[in-house]
């Protein structure tokens, strides 16, 4: 199931969306658009260039947090980038406190411990080329459109697993119950809550806030709110929200930072084509800017990243060695092997179906025109070739071969009335 929805009633049919989308999941028909499931992985791109707002995330609200008895807010660094760089993060803190959360958790812990994770695996893997996991958008489109690359996707938990499994074991350790514990993870982005949702295995966190949700909360309180303790900040994890933030601080220098939808395809285009030789490491961000340019934040993103990288300066604090040993110990940075999702077998019940349906995608590719221009509501022509194929278009929702249709429709006519005459 997608996170993110279409408004029908807002929607007027338009093709803005079925343009940018990696992945081919959106149609527009009826004058409506829809999404095609299996291929959405939810990085929103579509939900910040629909011009009618009619494309949406499907979030929680702070209500939510009442299903449990102690309720922990997972701090995504974004947060603190929506407010002016007068704003402290400590106050930030307070005042989602105050919102009804027994306490506060930054996922910039969970990064800063990945760094430590990530700097050993580089090291003792000099010659391979190692994608980042960290944004959930480009692990899926590799999984859908770049098979052969999963293997190199980094196998860690992300950062908000970590974080979150670290305050979780804090409550459990003061004597809280594990059903009573609720932690929700406010978050600039619809593919981590998809991963929430719907992920593969057991997560540590039970829901997640948009910041755009949590932020007008927030503004309400900041004038009359307190700086709470003066717990620690990790600069080196907070960096992670911006484009580079990650690579920076592994201690390689053959490294690559591609950001925003276009750029990372053309990339991982030629990352599978073998163009991309020497490099260690690919920090790849399907948002412009990295998280800073999320579909679900309110800041503008350039100025998110100044922010973002005035609080990495004020806060250098890291983690010592003996506590990313421990977690290490005890497995907090295991994660099960990426697998790819076999396009192939969309099309078919099996591998002989499904390349009978390529062989007539291709004969219906050779009458169609090839302009790719959206008029029939697909991406293109072979999305529509694909689409008839699969029974969910016709040959005549192309505009050229209806116009072909009615001449020769018109010419037959004429020679009947020619001929009855």
């Not at 005042?95 to 027994?102: S, W």
């Not at 499994?165 to 982005?189: A, H, M, N, Q, W």
């Not at 999320?294 to 300066?313: F, H, S, T, W």
Request: proline fraction near 4%; charged fraction near 25%.
């Amino acid at each position: 199931m997608s996170m993110i929805r279409i408004n029908r009633d807002l929607c007027k049919g338009c093709v803005n969306c079925i343009r940018v989308c990696p992945t081919e999941a959106l149609r527009v028909r009826n004058n409506k658009a829809f999404i095609l499931e299996d291929r959405c992985i939810d990085c929103g791109e579509c939900i910040t260039t629909c011009p009618e707002h009619a494309i949406e995330a499907i979030v929680e609200g702070i209500e939510n947090i009442a299903s449990y008895r102690y309720k922990i807010a997972l701090i995504s660094s974004v947060v603190y980038a929506q407010f002016g760089l007068e704003i402290s993060p400590y106050a930030i803190r307070e005042a989602i406190k105050e919102l009804g959360f027994d306490g506060t958790m930054d996922v910039s812990f969970g990064a800063e411990a990945s760094i430590f994770f990530l700097q050993e695996l580089l090291k003792n893997n000099p010659d391979k080329v190692y994608i980042s996991s960290m944004c959930p958008s480009v692990v899926k489109l590799i999984q859908l459109k770049y098979p052969s690359l999963v293997e190199n996707l980094t196998s860690i938990a992300s950062p908000e697993e970590i974080a979150a499994r670290y305050i979780r074991e804090e409550f459990l350790s003061k004597g809280y119950k594990e059903e009573d514990i609720g932690v929700f993870l406010i978050t600039p982005c619809t593919a981590k809550i998809a991963d929430i949702k719907r992920g593969i295995g057991f997560s540590y966190i039970n829901g997640a806030i948009s910041v755009s949700e949590i932020y007008k909360h927030i503004i309400k309180r900041l004038p009359s709110v307190e700086e709470g303790p003066k717990e620690p900040f990790f600069g080196r994890g907070i960096s992670w929200v911006r484009d580079g933030g990650e690579s920076r601080h592994l201690q390689i220098l053959n490294y690559l930072v591609v950001d925003g939808v276009k750029n990372v395809l053309r990339v991982l285009d030629d990352l599978e084509l073998g163009k991309l030789k020497g490099l260690n490491f690919i920090e790849g961000r399907m948002c412009s800017g990295g998280c800073v340019g999320g579909p679900l934040n309110v800041q503008n993103p350039y100025l998110a990243r100044v922010k973002i990288r005035m609080l990495e300066d004020l806060y250098p604090q890291m983690i010592d060695n003996s506590t990313y040993e421990l977690l290490r110990s005890k497995g907090y940075f295991k994660k099960s092997q990426y697998k790819p999702q076999d396009d192939l077998l969309r099309l078919g019940e099996d591998i002989s179906d499904a390349i009978n349906k390529m062989r007539q995608i291709e004969l219906i590719l050779e009458e169609l025109p090839g302009i790719d221009c959206g008029s029939c509501g697909a991406p293109n022509c072979r999305a529509l070739a694909e689409d008839i194929v699969r029974g969910e278009a016709k040959m005549t929702d192309c505009i050229f071969k209806l116009k072909e249709n009615i001449e020769e429709y018109a010419k037959n006519l004429l020679k009947i009335v020619r001929e009855e005459k």
